[in-house]
């Protein structure tokens, strides 16, 4: 299950993952469109930023897959491997899990209107605002399981020695 699980947050990561390249097309595209043809530049930005949103969203966990996020771990890493998971996944169960159990919890009713209303876009009338919001739930969503498969992530062989 725990495999299975993984596995499934991979695949959502690397389909997140490709949306640095719309993002990166429409970017450029929207001076063009907006100085030479006078014409969806709006649309293009509107597109981008949803893109962008569920990119960013998807990045707190790409990070932390990578073991890239700044750590402040200037006495930590002196420490057996075994303390320095213990101290990992004790902060994981009191710091991160209920942060993203929190951003779900306070965020839901204002997300679930904008999703039930179609949200537009303010600027443009255009629909999909929604999606921006939604790209919260996406993230705490991909926290929250990320967290628990850290947790339960059984020692390696290095730290059962240590």
């Known amino acids: 299950m725990r495999a299975r699980l993984d596995h499934w947050v991979e695949n959502i990561l690397t389909l997140f993952d490709t949306l640095a390249l719309p993002v990166i097309g429409l970017l450029f595209l929207q001076w063009p469109l ?3 043809v006078q014409a969806g530049s709006r ?3 509107d597109l981008r930023q ?3 949103a569920l990119l ?3 990045s707190i966990t790409r990070a932390t897959r990578a073991q890239a996020h700044l750590k402040s771990d200037l006495l930590a890493r002196h420490l057996p491997a075994s303390v ?3 101290l990992h996944k004790t902060g994981l169960m009191l710091g991160l899990l209920p942060w993203a159990c ?3 919890w306070a ?3 204002s997300i679930a209107q904008s999703v039930l209303q179609q949200e537009r876009f303010a600027e443009t009338g255009h ?3 929604f999606l921006i919001k939604g790209a919260l739930v996406v993230m705490a969503l991909l926290i929250l399981v990320q967290g628990v498969l850290d947790v339960t992530k059984p020692p390696s062989r290095s730290q059962e020695h240590s």
């Open 102 to 104: 929190f951003i779900l």
């Open 84 to 86: 320095q998971s213990l």
């Open 43 to 45: 649309e293009a930005n």
């Open 50 to 52: 949803i893109c962008f």
């Open 107 to 109: 965020g839901w009713p």
């Open 34 to 36: 907006r100085d030479l």
């Open 56 to 58: 960013i969203a998807s």
């Open 127 to 129: 629909s999909g605002y």
